[in-house]
């Protein structure tokens, strides 16, 4: 299972320099786990960058994966590991979901680098 996280997915929808490394993630759905904070960040950044077409075509695309919603149990995990690895709210959400789904987290997030269970792809730089 992959789990893609909002940068990962930000950085596929805008074809940007890393977007080949997690297109294989994002396009094999029936692996993917699609935590539903994902797809509020996701939407509400392409809602003001690219309007709300850009916007709508970005779910529909994320929904084809297995969405998870945040329940009781994922956020106390999410909880014990944002203070465990003093990550921030919606990064400690994404890292329960990945967890509990036994996935593979995707990921541009220098916070994320030296966890296990996660594939963290250095953002590429402009030149």
Sequence with gaps: MNCVDSSAWLEYFAGGP???????????????????????EVA??????????AAL??????????????????AVLAARLGVDHDLALADSVVLAMARACRATLWTQDADFAELPGVRYIPRARSS
Excluded: W, Y
Aim: charged letters at 20%; proline letters at 4%; one cysteine or more.
């Design 18 to 40: 890393n977007a080949l490394i997690f297109q294989p993630a994002i396009e094999d759905t029936a692996s993917l786990v699609v935590p539903s904070l994902c797809l509020l």
């Design 44 to 53: 509400k950044r392409l809602l003001r960058q690219r309007g709300k077409q």
């Design 57 to 74: 075509r970005a779910v529909a695309l994320m929904v084809q994966g297995h969405v998870q919603d945040l329940d009781a149990e994922l």
